[in-house]
């Protein structure tokens, strides 16, 4: 079956600028997870979701960045008056459930680049 | 506090040769650890993960592991590199007993480059 997708790709803004990336989680898994990767750095853990509700937010460095998974799958992650050092690659992964056995899968990520 | 290391930036091995890239962990209660890679231009491809029961870990594409409680260590292993091995692996771990931490916390990476 088919992995998880993210949406940009790539994504290029200017400083002060409103961003959205998006993920489309495996189907059927109810766990959704957000990191940021920044160059040379592991990934470091942002949101998780459980359903439709943000389980976890205390990953997200400020109130600029902002999660939401309204219907319990796609899931958007939002962040306004984007700054420098937000550039790096945000990767979304899901799970089947949310025991802390089961596995994240990732999907191939979203470079952001804020010049 | 859960946190893992990866002593090493950059492994090299010859092909054909056995690889191991290190890790150790720290956490409050029993640990889960996963092992990760990552290719260039792409997201991070599960390999395998210890929960529990046996130390030694067989996953994906001819990796093991070796979960070593007394060391707090979870070495990633293969007995003969190939060239293909090369990329990024990382390591991670959760804390088991804490309800509702279900994040990974990742070390840093080693890059792996096998030598033809």
């Known amino acids: 079956g088919a992995g998880v997708s993210q949406t940009p790709s790539n994504k290029v803004t200017e400083k002060g600028k409103y961003v959205e990336l998006r993920c489309d989680p495996i189907?059927?898994?109810?766990?959704l997870y957000w990191y940021r990767q920044s160059l040379g750095q592991g990934p470091e853990f942002l949101i998780y979701?459980?359903?439709?509700?943000?389980?976890?937010d205390s990953g997200l460095p400020n109130d600029r960045f902002f999660a939401v998974r309204p219907e319990g799958s796609v899931s958007t992650l939002k962040i306004q008056r984007t700054e420098r050092g937000d550039s790096a690659v945000y990767l979304c992964?899901?799970?089947f459930g949310t025991g802390r056995r089961e596995t994240q899968y990732f999907g191939p990520g979203t470079r952001l680049l804020v010049l | 506090a859960q946190s893992v290391a990866q002593p090493e930036d950059q492994v090299n091995v010859a092909e054909g040769n056995p690889l191991t890239v290190k890790c150790t962990y720290s956490v409050s209660g029993n640990p889960y650890l996963f092992w990760y890679v990552q290719y260039p231009n792409r997201g991070l491809q599960f390999l395998l993960k210890?929960?529990?029961?046996?130390?030694l870990v067989k996953g994906s594409y001819g990796f093991e592991a070796e979960f070593n409680k007394s060391q707090t260590s979870f070495h990633l292993k293969k007995p003969s590199a190939l060239v293909s091995d090369s990329a990024l692996y990382f390591c991670?771990?959760?804390?088991?007993?804490?309800?509702?931490?279900?994040?990974?916390?990742f070390g840093t990476g080693t890059r792996l480059t096998i030598i033809p």
């Open positions: 189907s059927g898994h109810t766990a």
């Open positions: 210890y929960i529990t029961g046996d130390n």
């Open positions: 992964a899901s799970s």
């Open positions: 979701f459980q359903g439709t509700g943000a389980a976890d």
């Open positions: 991670a771990v959760r804390d088991s007993r804490r309800f509702g931490n279900e994040k990974l916390t």
